[in-house]
C-alpha cells in the first residue's frame, strides 16, 4: 500500500497489546497536563450528562402532564417505598463523599485514602443491591403500561447503568492506589472523579424527589 | 519482566509486558462479535417478554458490538486498570505498522483520521447506491424496482446512512487530523475516546446495512411513533445503530472540545484559532450536547419494543409526541452538526486561495456560535403539521428565521474576503463556490419553509426534500469534497489529479443542480415525499431528475477514481506545501513525521495574514535544545 504519509515510527520500548506503550520523554503527557485535561474534560462530560439524564426528566413531566387516557397512574399503581427510595439516595451520597474524602487525602495518607475509597465502593454496592430489590418490589409492572411506570424503571435503570460504570472505575482507582499506581502519580485526576461521583448523587437526590413526591 | 521508566521529572512508571488472554485486533474483534450476537439474541429470547423477539435481536447487536470493541482491545485499558497494573498514560506507539494499523485499533490522531475519511467513503458509497435504487424506482409513476411497502425501507435506510456520514464525515477525518496540528500540540485530549469515536461506526454501519434482513424500518430517519412501535425487528437496527453513531458524536465532541480548550500551544489564541478549528469548536458543542437527547430518546423506544413499557405509546399512558420532541431537539442541533464545519472549511480556505486576510474574523466566529446558541431553540419548527399547541408557532417561526441572520454573516464573511481578491481557482475553490451557490439556495428554501404556512403546504412534498438536499449535499458535501481535494497531499503524501478534479467539479455542479433544481418545482407541483407513486404527469420531471441524478452518481465514481488511482497507484509523492499557504500543517514535511511538532511551537500571527509586505510566520518552531 503506497498509503499513508504517517511516517514509519521507531520501535516503541515496549509494546502492550491494545494498550498504548511506554515512550520516550513527552511533555505533553506530563501528570499537570493530564490533570487540566481530566478537569475540563470531566465538566463536559458531566453536563453531556445533564443533557442525558434532562430527556428523562422532560419525559416525566410531559408524560405527566399529558396523562394520555387517564394512564399516567394506572389504576392499582402506587409510588414505591419512599423509604428504600431515601436509603438509595443515602448510599448514593455517601460514595461519592466518601471517594471525595478519600481522593483529598491520597498522597499525604495512601493508607488512609484506600480505606476511605473501599467504603465508597462499599456503600456503592449496597446502593446497587438496594436498587435492585427496589427493582423486584416495584408494586407495579411496568409491562402493564402506564406512564408513570415507564419513567421510573427507565430513568431508575439508565441511573443504575451509570453508577455501575461508576463503581467500576472506583474499584480500579483503588487497585491504582499501591504505590507507583496511577492514583498516586497522578491524584489530581483521581480527585476530578469525585466531580462525576458527585453529580450521580445529586441526580439520585433529584429523582428521588421528582419520582416519590410530584 | 521488562521494566521502562517513563516520564521526565515525575515518579518513574514500572511498565509489565503482560500480555492479555486473548490477542487484540481486528480478526478476535469479529470473531468476539459473531459469539456476542449470538450469546445476546439467545438471552434476550430466553426472557420470554412479549415483544415479537424485539429483545434478542437488541441484546445481539448490543453484546455484538460491545465484545467486537473487546476484541479490537478497547476493554486492555479499563482492565489494566481494574487489575492494578502498570499503566501507561500516553498513545506514544503502535503495535501494527503499516497498513494493517488502519485496521486495528490506533490512538494515534492521524491513523483515526484515515480511518474515518475511508469508513465515510465507504458509507457514502452505500447511501450513493440507495439514491440510484430510489431515482430509478421513480423513472416510472407506479412502483418499478421494490414494491411499495419496501420503498419507503429503501428511502429510510438511505436516509439513515447519509446521516450517519453527514454527521461525522468532517469532525471525523479532517477534524481529527488536522485540529491538533492547527492549535499546535502532539495529543488529543483523550485518544481512546477519539478512537471509540471511530470504532462505534463500523458496527453502525453493518448493524444499519443487516437491517434488511430483518425487515427494514418503514419509518424514515426520523423514526416517529407510532411506525416505530408497529415496526418489525429491522427498527432494532435503527435503534441501535442510531445509538452507536449517537454516542460516538457525543465522545468525540468530548474530546475535540477538550483538546480545543485544555491543549493549546503558546500564542494560539481563541481569536488565532484557524476559523476550521472553530467550525468544528462548535459543532463539537452541539454533538456533545445533543447526543445525549437522542441516546435516551432510542433507550426509551428499545425499552418499549423490549419491556413493554409505554414511552411513545398513547394508549397506554405514553405519547408520540415525546418521541417528536426528543427527537428533534437532538435533530435540528443535528443538521448544524453537518454544516457548521463545513462553513469551518470554506471559511478556512477561502482566504488561502484568495491570498487575503479572511474578512470579519471575529465576526465570522460570532456567527459560528450564533448559529449553535439559535439551534437549540428552533426544533419544534418539525412539528408545524403535527399538532402543536398554534401558539407557539409564532416563536419557533421568528427563530427559525433568526438562525438565518448568523449564517447570513457566514456568507458575509466569505464574500467580503472574496471582494476584489487574486483568486486562485484550484479545485478545492472551485468546490468552495459551488458551496456558496448550492448552499445559498438551500438556505433560502429554508427560510421560506420556516414560515408557518408555506410550512404547512409544502412540508411533506420534494420542496422540503429539496431544501435539505441543497444544504447536505450541495453544501456539506460539497465542502468535504473542497477538504478532500485540499487536505488529501498532506493527509496521504500523493495529489490528486487536479485535471480529473476540475472536470469533477464541472461535472457534479451541473448534474447536482439539473437533478435537484426541478424537485423545487415537482414539490409545489404536490408530489409527495417518501411516497413510491405519484401522478402521472409528473413523469417527464421525474425523468429528468433520475437522468441527472445519475449523472450525479458517475460524477462520483469519477471522484472515487481519482482518489483511488492518486493514493494508491501514484508513486509521486506530493511537494510539503503545494498551495503555498501560511496554515501551520503545511510547514510540516510530507511524509508527515510521526510526531507532531519535534517542539511545541509558539504562534506569532495568524494563519491569514496575507497581503502584507513582511508577515511575521505563523508559529516559531522554538529554540533548540540545548546539547545534554
Redesign the interface.
Known sequence: ???????????????????????????????E??A??AR??TR??I???V??????F??FF??RA???????L?AGTTHPTRGIGAVIVLLAIASAGLYWAGARTVLAQRVTARLFFWLALIAGILCFGVQIYEFRNLGFD??Q???????F??LK??WLFQLTGAM??L???I??T?P???V???PKSAVIFGNFMVFLAAIALVAYLVLYFV | M?T?T???????????????VL???LLTGIVLAAAGYYVGVQIGNGLG??DQLNTGVLLGYTFGTLLFLVG???A???L?????W??????????Y???WR?L??S??H??IG?QYLVAMLMAMFFGGIGAMLIRTNLLSPDQLVVPPDKYLVLVSMHSVMMIFVASAAIVGPFGNFFVPYMIG???M???RLEALSFWLVPPAIIILLAAPLFGGFPTGWTGYAPLSEQAGQGFDSYIVGFTLIGTAL?VS???M??TV???RAPGMTWTRLPIFVWGVFSASILG??????L???L??QG??RS?????F???????P??WE??FW?FGHPEVYIFILPAFGIVMELIPHFARKPLWGYKTAVVGLLGVTLLSWFVWQHHLFVSGIAPALRPFYMLSTEMISIPTGIVFLVAFGTLWRAKISMTVPMLFCLGFLFNFLIGGLSGVFLSDVPSDVTLHGSYFSMAHFHFTIVGGEIFAIIAAIYYWFP?????ALNMTLGKIHFWWMMIAFNLAFMPLFAAGILDMPRRVSTYAPSLQSLNDWVSFWAYLLFASMLLFAVNVIWS?????K??PADPWHVRSIEWTLP?????RNFER?PTFTSGPYDYGQPSPRPVADPGPEPAPA
Not at chain 1, 515510527?9 to 515496549?14: D, Q
Not at chain 1, 399529558?66 to 399516567?72: A, G, I, M, P, R
Not at chain 2, 405509546?313 to 405519547?319: A, D, E, L, R, V
Not at chain 2, 498532506?490 to 500523493?494: A, D, F
Open positions: 500500500m503506497a498509503a499513508g504519509n504517517v511516517a514509519e515510527p521507531a520501535a516503541p520500548a515496549f509494546t502492550h497489546r491494545g494498550m498504548p506503550t511506554l515512550a520516550t520523554r513527552s511533555p505533553e503527557w506530563e501528570p497536563v493530564d487540566r485535561v475540563v474534560g463536559i462530560w453536563v453531556a450528562d443533557f442525558f439524564f434532562a430527556a428523562w422532560f419525559a410531559y408524560l399529558l396523562n394520555n387516557n387517564y394512564d399516567w394506572p411496568p409491562q403500561g402506564g406512564g408513570y411506570p415507564s419513567v424503571v427507565g435503570g439508565v467500576l472505575w474499584a480500579a482507582q487497585a491504582q499501591r507507583m499506581g496511577d498516586i502519580i497522578r | 521488562a521502562a517513563m516520564g521526565s521529572g515525575g515518579p518513574a512508571l514500572q511498565a509489565s509486558e503482560r500480555q492479555m490477542p487484540t485486533n417478554f412479549n479490537i482491545g478497547f486492555n485499558y479499563p489494566a486498570r481494574l487489575f492494578g502498570p499503566i501507561a498514560p500516553q498513545s506514544a506507539g503502535d503495535e505498522r503499516g497498513a488502519f486495528n485499533l490512538l494515534d492521524k491513523v484515515i500540540t502532539n495529543r485530549a483523550f485518544p457525543c465532541g468530548i474530546n472540545l477538550t480548550i485544555s491543549l456533545t450536547f445533543a447526543a445525549p437527547i441516546a435516551s430518546a433507550i426509551m425499552l418499549d419491556m413493554n413499557t409505554s414511552f405509546i398513547s394508549s397506554n399512558g405514553g405519547s409526541y415525546l420532541n426528543l431537539f498532506k493527509m496521504t503524501g500523493r493514493w494508491f497507484f501514484n508513486a509523492v506530493a510530507t511524509p508527515l513525521p510521526r511545541i
